[in-house]
């Protein structure tokens, strides 16, 4: 059972362009993090989203959590070559008492030609 | 610091092998969590550990076991291996804070 739904899968712009990416889910978590993944490294934490309605913005970056904390967007403006990567969703179930066990939506894969 | 390194980088078996990978965690970081991930898609998570114990546990079969030592370290070992093992194996430390990743370990099987 998939817990959460990252969309798009792919995604391939070019340089100057906005992007979104979606990830929703029926169930509800206490907290959402967002991460970039290079070919052969581990997941880079980018942020992390805790509060209903939360928005957060680093550099060009906009992350959002819903309202009832059951989703999130990342919104990139004027997407850059250097943010090609895998970004990845990743929630914490709400009422859990551990930090270590996320579940990962499956990922999307961000090209931004030159 | 260091923050969460594994050993090795990458590793090649043949099907029917054991492997056994290893993680150090971030200075002061107690929780060791494993993760597979297979290419193009996100992390599962297999276990935790705590405090020398497993915590909590994934949908993996029995053929995934874990330890944790008392400094915290942690190893990986997968008997029996498949061709479908074959995935990046992700180590995470934390300690009531956001998960750390280590580079991880890279299983092919043959």
Redesign the interface.
Known sequence: TQL?E?SPQFLSIQEGENLTVYCNSSSVFSSL?W?RQEP??????LV?VVTGGEVKKLKRLTFQFGDARKDSSLHITAAQPGDTG?Y?C?GLRAGGT??????????T?LTVHP | DAG?TQSPTHLIKTRGQQVTLRCSPKSGHD???W?QQAL??????IF?Y?EEEE??R?NFPDRFSGHQFPNYSSELNVNALLLGDSA?Y?C?S???????????T?LTVL
Do not use: D, M, N, W
């Open positions: 959460l990252q993090q991460y052969g490294e581990g997941p880079v934490l992390t895998l990845l990743a551990s930090y270590g066990k996320l579940t990962f939506g499956q990922g894969i | 969460v929780t060791v969590s993760y193009g898609q996100g992390p599962q998570f935790q705590y915590r909590q994934g990046l992700l995470a934390s300690s009531l804070s956001s998960p750390l990743f280590g580079p991880g890279r």
